[in-house]
């Protein structure tokens, strides 16, 4: 079991940024990815950024590419999504999830609260 805890949520303005932070805990060396999520009243939660706890590449959505940056430091078992130039649209639950290569994405935290306004 691995424990996830998100943090650094808040109400900022368009065009503002924000840092979240997710540390991680417990069978931390069972975990190969790591990844953010996002759900949006009303929507289902939709993959924002992934990267590899190993380092290596990261992926992100279509919609934050060239604003969001994920990175990760191994040596806090923590991941951090760096948010830049945010929209009203990016409001939403922020979820932290993490993974062994191959399976779905089998660890969550309980999210943190992320509002832009315009």
């Known amino acids: 079991q691995v424990q996830l805890v998100e943090s650094g949520g808040g109400l900022v303005q368009a065009g503002d940024s924000l840092r979240l932070s997710c540390a991680a805990s417990g069978r931390t060396f069972s975990i190969d990815d790591m990844g953010w999520f996002r759900q949006a009243p009303g929507k289902e939660r939709e993959f924002v950024a992934a990267?590899?706890?190993?380092?290596?590449?990261?992926y992100y959505a279509d919609s934050v590419k060239g604003r969001f940056t994920i990175s990760r430091d191994n040596a806090k078992n923590t991941v951090y999504l760096q948010m830049n130039s945010l929209k009203p649209e990016d409001t939403g639950v922020y979820y932290c999830a993490a993974r062994p290569t191959g399976y779905a994405w089998r660890d969550w935290g309980q999210g943190t609260q992320v509002t832009v306004s315009s």
């Open positions: 990267i590899a706890w190993s380092g290596g590449n990261a």
